[in-house]
């Protein structure tokens, strides 16, 4: 069965790579680093299998994320199923963050 | 933290060399997600401010000149290219890359092959060697026809291989990653392994395009 990332093959558009080029961004390169630590022999906190399983699992959702978005909800679920943080504390968490946020841009 | 390094951050270019600016802040759903893990990851001592800072240089350093040296040392070296060409994670060690947890492949490009890279499920990438990959390289346009159309997504790149030779792809995985070995230009028979690199871009190590040929 073909899953949602499995696109090899598949009539699409064209590639346009003077479009789709861009130096990746501040936050990016934050997911970024923070994935690069996840997986590195100190902590082995994900492996690409596991978090292309958690990409995977996304279904149709997958298409509609950009691509560091699909990375780091992949990566929060793995942290959440491997109990580094729990749902109550992420949630919590997130909430105070936006509030700062908010302020922030809205400042 | 990342304010402390936004000037150094932004010193970046394309692989042609133009400068490329991009600090459009995400949605408040993906810049908060982010902030509460990486907040949550240091309050429980899972990763530290340095450690963080340390990886985005990490990341920083890992440009696709570093790919050019590689590439520039096996057109000069025999020795070395058939070292890279049949252990390739030794290679490069030499060139201070370790490319642990995956293999390294490297294809050559012949007068009858030319190679491509692509990563149809995901984005896998010798990223240890050429950095992030670029946006097109993770989007389903190339993922799905690169397998399928190699001849036209080249041409999209502006690049016609000739019917004469093959294009072989190359689909990476989790374990494995590709880097191609471009043809070396003709016409640089006397230039220094320095100067060849500036002809190595890092489409050429995708197999997008081929290396510069001088005066072309």
Known sequence: ?107 | MSEHHHDHLNATHTHDGKPIQNDEPPSIEAESLETAVRELLMEKGVITADELRGAIETQEQRRPELGAKIIARAWVDEDFKQKLLSHGDMAVRSFGVDMKPTELCVVENTEEVHNLVVCTLCSCYPRAILGIPPAWYKRRDYRSRAVREPRSVLSEFGTIISEDRQVRVHDSNADLRYLVLPRRPPGTDDWSEEDLTELITRDSMIGVSEAITPGE
């Open chain 1, 1 to 107: 069965m073909r899953g949602p990332q499995d696109y090899g093959g598949l009539p699409a558009g064209l590639v346009d790579p003077v479009k789709n080029e861009h130096e990746p961004t501040h936050w990016e390169r934050r997911v970024d680093a923070i994935m690069l630590l996840l997986f590195d022999p100190k902590r082995r906190l994900a492996r690409v299998d596991e978090s292309r399983r958690m990409q995977e699992a996304l279904g149709d959702d997958y298409h509609k994320y950009p691509y560091y978005e699909r990375w780091l909800q992949a990566i929060t679920w793995l942290l959440l199923e491997k109990g580094v943080f729990s749902q109550e504390e992420l949630d919590k968490k997130r909430e105070e963050v936006r509030a700062r946020l908010e302020a922030e841009r809205n400042g």
